[in-house]
């Protein structure tokens, strides 16, 4: 086969993400725009420039449902760009409004744990949003330790990592945050999740709120005054289970589809 012109290899690109993509031409044009090193508007200034091979490699690991953002190294959160690699969580949308319903409890000085890091987009987001807090964040995946350690030092934040049972001999702090693991062990995920995201940010246990509910516990037992966390849409009612006689503000929040997704608590 001869060389192929970008528009016609978008329009094959597109058929070839149909299954797996609701947005099949948008992601071509990404992983184009990825293979040639330039930008989208380049795509449709330049229709008949030649397309590198390689970028039908990238397009069949794509057919395949590897995600995006594996492919092309790159993850957009909070309206910023942070590094991303096979085997740590890709950051969702849905986790910005945690920082955004935590943010107003905050007054900007406070020690702060992070239990499961990820890739680090919490912490770094946080320390951009109040430079004086002091944050410890942990993680169990080492994979996980070293992506959040490249995103602190590409955005210039200071925070500390370490190795540890969500925050098991991190000692004390005023706030605790986490958008821990709360799939239940059964639930069904898309191909793209199920294949290719690590299990242990995915699942929290037969039941899915294990690791919130040893959080709560952890909390109730600190001297930490917040706890800030995300859940899944349908775990209210056994958060405020596992939050029993709590003598505080409990305030659950939702998400942009209007679920169920994350809760503040204060402790008196
Ligand atoms: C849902 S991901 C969240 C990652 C990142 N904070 C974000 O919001 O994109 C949960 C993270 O918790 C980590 N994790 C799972 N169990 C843990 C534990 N017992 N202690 C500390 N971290 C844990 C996972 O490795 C994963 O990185």
């Given amino acids: 086969m001869g060389s192929i012109r970008i528009d016609e290899a978008l329009k094959r690109a597109k058929e070839q993400l149909k299954e797996v993509s609701e947005r099949p031409l948008f992601e071509a044009e990404l992983l184009l725009a990825y293979a040639l090193g330039k930008d989208r508007v380049y795509l449709h200034t330049h229709p008949e420039a030649e397309v590198p091979w390689h970028f039908?490699?990238?397009v069949q690991r794509r057919a395949a449902y590897e995600p995006l953002e594996y492919i092309?190294?790159?993850v957009s959160f909070f309206g910023q760009e942070f590094l991303i690699e096979p085997g740590v969580l890709i950051p969702r949308p849905e986790t910005e409004r945690l920082i955004e319903e935590l943010a107003p409890w905050l007054r900007g000085d406070e020690r702060v744990v992070e239990i499961g890091v990820g890739s680090g987009v919490i912490s770094t987001i946080l320390k951009l949003k109040f430079p004086n807090l002091h944050i410890v964040a942990t993680?169990?995946?080492?994979?996980?330790m070293a992506?959040?350690?490249?995103?602190?030092?590409r955005f210039g934040?200071?925070?500390e990592v370490r190795f540890a049972d969500?925050?098991?001999g991190v000692g004390e702090c005023d706030v605790i945050v986490s958008n821990p693991p709360y799939i239940a062990k059964e639930f069904p995920l898309p191909p793209n999740v199920a294949k290719y995201e690590p299990k242990e940010a995915l699942f929290g246990g037969e039941r899915g709120?294990?690791?919130?509910?040893r959080i709560i516990g952890r909390f109730l037992r600190s001297s930490a005054k917040i706890?800030?966390?995300?859940?899944?849409?349908?775990?209210?009612e056994a958060i405020q289970r596992h939050f029993g006689d709590f003598d505080g503000k409990l305030v659950f929040y939702k998400d942009l589809a209007g679920l169920d997704r994350g809760f503040i608590a204060r402790k008196r």
């Fill in 56 to 58: 039908w490699g990238l």
């Fill in 72 to 74: 092309t190294g790159r």
């Fill in 139 to 144: 993680d169990i995946n080492p994979k996980a």
């Fill in 147 to 153: 992506l959040a350690k490249k995103n602190f030092r």
């Fill in 157 to 159: 934040v200071d925070v």
């Fill in 166 to 168: 969500l925050d098991e």
């Fill in 209 to 213: 709120d294990e690791l919130l509910e």
């Fill in 227 to 236: 706890l800030a966390c995300e859940m899944g849409f349908d775990q209210k």
